[in-house]
């Protein structure tokens, strides 16, 4: 089924611990170890890719926790990603949880089409009825699935219906880099305002953007179901919006870019495997020049400028921090920066820039939140519990502010959060300190 003729699981149980779906499930076949297993035994013929069976690979996030922490060097990721494709064969999921996927990927990879799905809830979103509705019980009614979409619906501000950013944007000052930037699907659409945050840091930092108009979803929400064909669509597209507008006699100019930025880490983590997506020479050499904006920021450093004029971010009382009384600030570890990209040092570092900031460490920072790209939309009970054991220990670090690079985490963290601590991504809390008076 996976072809696995060296198998290094010495079946040890560390991955028990940091296994998201384990956590709250606590069955064997729902860890890493017992899905090894099962692959075993279904490539012996013990056993049979049935639905139940395929349930308990539905029942994965795909948050690689495993596979940072096994022993071993099982590579469950490549395991799993092997497994998914087979898991979308029509008798192993009911005719609702096909149906409630395809709406999802039809939606969810094309800005236009989820705006335009969007438009009717702006006068409902973020309103007092809202609220009500989630108040009175009503959104029972609509089944788990439709309502977990409803209660992850954020406030849709106006700039969520346009993109508006120009093809170049250029450096302020003097021009140290020339970048490419993916404004993601669901970024632009729930929180535009990480990707003009990250814009403003990055020109004020003297790095150029490039922009192409037409790009659309790097594919990152087919990719991790493993909707291949989709997901190699989604990718040629993406890499034909660069190409027509970076080189000799495009609109962008013939300068190459030094790199290709992304501010969602889901996002980073699908466009880095372009090369095993496509199975290309372009799509690997896209993905060579992919890199989040945090490890883009940080190997090329904060401008003198920019980190002279930084200044202590505010308490929610309006009162600036100082050193005996810092702005206290959890970190999120997306789980496709820390697991999947092994990025983990540098957005702290960028965040401890910022004067009188305190970091402060969750108690299981590894452990998926249960967003998981789809995953607490299609598995929205596990997610919720997930979400709410992952709100906990943010909680609990005393925190006033939490900081997420992902999209899908901040949504979930948001929900679960609720009145706690609010949810904002570095980029701008960055962008804040360089504004303050």
């Known amino acids: 089924m996976t072809d696995l003729p060296h198998d290094p699981c010495v079946h040890c149980g560390f991955c028990l611990p940091t296994c998201a779906s384990y956590r709250v499930l606590g069955t064997e076949m729902d860890s890493p170890r017992g899905r090894i297993h099962t692959l075993k035994a279904i490539e012996a013929g013990e056993l049979e890719l049935d639905a139940t069976t395929a349930s308990h690979f539905d029942s994965c996030l795909g948050c690689y926790a495993c596979v940072s922490t096994c022993p071993s060097g099982v590579r469950y990721d490549v395991l799993i990603e092997a ?5 979308n064969a029509p008798e ?23 705006r335009a799905a969007l438009a009717p809830l702006r006068a409902y979103a973020g309103t007092p009825l809202q609220a009500l509705i989630r108040r009175s019980g009503l959104l029972r009614l609509l089944g788990p699935q439709l309502q977990a979409m409803e209660q992850l619906l954020p406030p849709l501000a106006p700039a969520a219906f346009r993109d508006g950013y120009p093809l170049v944007v250029p450096a302020r000052g003097e021009r140290r880099a020339r970048v490419g930037f993916v404004l993601g699907c669901v970024q632009r659409l729930f929180d535009p305002q990480v990707n003009a945050a990250t814009l403003d840091v990055l020109t004020a930092n003297g790095v150029e953007v490039v922009i192409p108009p037409a790009q659309g979803c790097c594919g990152a929400v087919t990719h991790h179901q493993g909707e291949l064909e989709q997901t190699r669509d989604l990718a040629q597209a993406l890499i034909d919006s660069f190409d027509a507008v970076v080189g000799p ?7 190459p870019l030094d790199a290709v930025l992304v501010a969602a880490s889901g996002c980073g983590h699908t466009l880095k495997h372009y090369g095993q997506v496509l199975d290309n020479e372009p799509g690997r050499a896209f993905a060579s020049q992919v890199r989040d904006v945090h490890q883009f920021l940080a190997e090329l450093g904060l401008s003198d400028t920019f980190k002279a004029g930084l200044k202590p971010l505010h308490h929610s009382d309006g009162e600036p921090a100082s050193a005996e009384r810092p702005v206290v600030v959890a970190y999120h570890d997306a789980c496709h920066m820390l697991h999947g990209q ?6 702290r570092a960028l965040l401890r820039t910022i004067p009188h900031l305190q970091l402060r460490e969750a108690t299981e920072a590894g452990v998926c939140c249960g967003s998981a790209g789809i995953y607490n939309l299609v598995q929205p009970e596990e997610a919720a519990a ?10 609990g670090t005393g925190a006033a502010l939490v900081a997420s690079a992902n999209i899908g985490c901040t949504m979930q963290l948001r929900r679960h959060l609720g009145d706690g601590p609010p949810v904002a991504h570095p980029v701008e809390l960055l962008l804040a300190a360089s504004k303050r008076s």
């Open 342 to 347: 092994g990025i983990s040092a540098e957005p």
């Open 249 to 255: 006699g495009k609109p962008a100019g013939a300068e």
């Open 83 to 87: 497994t998914r494709p087979k898991l």
């Open 386 to 395: 997930l979400g709410e054991i992952k709100a906990a220990d943010l909680s």
């Open 92 to 114: 192993l999921r009911t005719p609702t949880q096909r149906a409630f996927r395809q709406l999802l990927f039809a939606l969810l990879p094309y800005p236009g089409r989820l």
